[in-house]
């Protein structure tokens, strides 16, 4: 109810503005949203800041034009948007901030199970020991899960019905994808000499 009534409050369409200024102020609201959220803004969520005839991806690219040179990004990820700091300057951050929980720190191993999953979601732990050749430890599979990169999928139709494992949100924002689809196909890994699987 709280929702509602702070919408109504909202002055969406600035008709008392000029127009380049109602612009900038629809700009501005989006940035506020994006920089006040943890996780990727949906453009439906976005669409309820600002006129109805505003084009929210247009906004969008002027506001990813205006961040040009600053030391954050407005990034597409997991359908949505979100404000992300610069790669460039991570060590600048590690070096001034305790940013540890935020570091993934996986192991290769770990990194090998993730792409597996990632690529053959919903998959068992069986699945997973057809492609490995060897069971994969409950420890690995806790510390995908710990960092929400991992999660339960649908119980598999065989005997027993145990877990699947997918991937999760986290996951795409954690690597940057916008969805599933961007992961790199499986040709181009070994083109680059990489295998999705090990």
Same mark, same amino acid.
């Given at each position: 109810?709280?929702?509602? @009534?702070?919408?109504?409050?909202?002055?969406?369409?600035?008709?008392?503005?000029? &127009?380049?200024? /109602?612009? /900038?102020?629809?700009?501005?609201?989006?940035? &506020? =949203?994006?920089?006040?959220?943890?996780?990727?803004?949906?453009?439906?969520?976005?669409?309820? =800041?600002?006129?109805?005839? %505003?084009?929210?991806?247009?906004?969008?690219?002027?506001? +990813? +034009?205006? $961040?040009?040179?600053?030391?954050?990004?407005?990034?597409?990820?997991?359908?949505?948007? $979100?404000?992300?700091?610069?790669? %460039?300057?991570?060590? &600048?951050? /590690?070096? %001034?901030?305790?940013?540890?929980?935020?570091?993934?720190?996986?192991?290769?191993?770990?990194? &090998?199970? $993730?792409?597996?999953? +990632?690529? @053959?979601?919903?998959?068992?732990?069986?699945?997973?020991?057809?492609?490995?050749?060897?069971?994969?430890?409950?420890?690995?599979?806790?510390?995908?899960?710990?960092?929400?990169?991992?999660?339960?999928?649908?119980?598999?139709?065989? /005997?027993?019905?145990?877990?699947?494992?997918?991937?999760?949100?986290?996951?795409?924002?954690?690597?940057?994808?916008?969805?599933?689809?961007? $992961?790199?196909?499986?040709?181009?890994?070994?083109? +680059?000499?990489?295998?999705?699987?090990?």
């Amino acid at each position: 109810m709280a929702k509602d @009534h702070s919408e109504a409050d909202l002055d969406r369409e600035l008709t008392d503005l000029p &127009a380049d200024l /109602r612009w /900038r102020e629809w700009m501005r609201r989006i940035e &506020a =949203v994006l920089f006040a959220s943890a996780s990727p803004v949906p453009r439906e969520d976005l669409a309820r =800041v600002v006129g109805q005839g %505003a084009s929210v991806d247009l906004l969008i690219e002027d506001l +990813a +034009a205006d $961040l040009e040179g600053r030391s954050f990004e407005l990034a597409k990820v997991a359908g949505g948007w $979100l404000l992300r700091t610069r790669s %460039a300057y991570a060590p &600048a951050i /590690r070096a %001034a901030a305790d940013v540890g929980e935020q570091d993934l720190d996986l192991r290769e191993y770990d990194v &090998a199970v $993730l792409a597996a999953i +990632a690529y @053959h979601q919903p998959i068992t732990r069986d699945g997973l020991k057809d492609i490995f050749g060897k069971e994969i430890s409950r420890d690995v599979i806790g510390r995908l899960h710990a960092r929400d990169l991992i999660g339960t999928g649908p119980r598999s139709p065989r /005997r027993g019905s145990p877990y699947t494992y997918v991937t999760t949100q986290q996951f795409l924002v954690a690597f940057g994808l916008e969805s599933l689809l961007d $992961l790199p196909d499986r040709e181009q890994l070994e083109d +680059a000499g990489l295998s999705a699987e090990p």
